[in-house]
């Protein structure tokens, strides 16, 4: 019997018990499939990463599942959860880099931009350009998640599918409170994500929302299991290049979305677009700790 270390993070929060809940695990080598699965749905998370330096690549590497045995990809809670659990146990994941930090999901290769907040690890991950890939017609989408057309209508602005590394639908909600009565009917979600290409589906509105905040927002991706999850940092890159493109935010700016708070976990998203690519950030705090046994 082996023993694994492993820690449990909130992400996209400075606090304790708000963001979205991480498993991290700690291997030194690879796992068998199996084990990667079981392991994720032990912990129920929405994701379980797992992590180890690989001194051939000069890299932090990290992998993740759904407890849905779907493998995540991409710049999102996943991987900032294990990138700042690295800097706050000060593991040194990025020796020999050369002063550009930078670490891989799977294998794909995420730079990075660390600095520290309210003295915690506050990082960036930079996700590509975003491009609008398709998009859905309304009634099929106000079926899937319990709203009417005219809760689909926010500045004229369409339902499409963005994606900078993972293909999301954004759709605009006309205010805050459609947006807390959107219910999800996973067949219905399933289905049009298979038609139409999509993974995830990324309410939001910009209507009445707090000052500090430029989106609210909610996600439902049960395609790969996840009912809705608290912070979705691979849909909030997409959200930033859409209302960018849309001339609602501008580039080279701070901007913040507010996910979470109709599960009682509210998350705080930063995200600025750049001519190369889009950053999302934020920090994580460790909330428990543990061995495992495989």
């Known amino acids: 019997m082996k023993e694994l270390d492993y820690y449990v993070l909130d992400v996209f929060t400075d606090c304790q018990y708000k963001g979205n809940q991480l498993a991290v695990v700690y291997i030194n080598e690879e796992l068998d499939p199996d084990q990667y699965h079981n392991i994720a749905r032990e912990f129920g998370y929405s994701e379980t990463s797992f992590v180890h330096y690989s001194e051939k690549e000069n890299m932090f590497k990290v992998r993740s599942f759904t407890p849905a045995k779907f493998e995540v990809t991409g710049a999102g809670h996943n991987l900032l959860g294990a990138v700042c659990l690295a800097l ?17 999901i799977k294998d794909i290769e995420i730079p990075l931009r660390i600095t520290e907040k ?54 605009p909600v006309s205010n805050l409170s459609a947006l ?31 000052n500090d905040t430029v989106a609210e927002c909610r996600f439902f991706n049960p395609s790969i299991g996840i009912d809705e999850d608290p912070a979705t940092g691979t849909a909030a890159g ?13 580039k080279n700016q701070d901007y913040n979305f507010l996910q979470g708070k109709y599960i009682n976990q509210s998350s705080t998203i930063h995200v600025n677009v750049e001519q190369q690519g889009i950053w999302v950030s934020g920090s994580s705090v460790i909330t428990m700790s543990g061995k495992l046994f495989i």
């Not at 706050?88 to 891989?104: C, E, M, P, T, Y």
């Not at 998009?135 to 057309?149: C, K, Q, W, Y």
């Not at 500045?155 to 994606?163: E, L, M, Q």
Request: with cysteine; net charge positive; proline share 3%.
């Open 238 to 250: 997409p959200l930033a290049g859409y209302l960018e493109k849309l001339g609602f935010i501008n």
């Open 88 to 104: 706050l146990k000060v593991w040194d994941i990025f020796k020999n880099q050369g002063g550009a930090s930078r670490v891989k």
């Open 180 to 210: 807390k009565n959107a219910t999800l009917n996973k067949s219905l979600l399933k289905h049009a994500s298979n038609r139409f290409g999509f993974e995830g589906c990324y309410l939001f509105t910009t209507n009445g929302v707090d």
């Open 118 to 171: 309210n003295g915690l690890p506050y990082v960036g991950m930079q996700q590509r350009p975003a491009s609008i890939i398709g998009t859905v017609p309304a009634e099929i989408i106000s079926e899937a998640i319990g709203l009417s057309l005219d809760d689909l209508l926010l500045n004229g602005w369409a339902i499409n599918i963005v994606k900078t590394e993972v293909a999301h639908l954004m759709v």
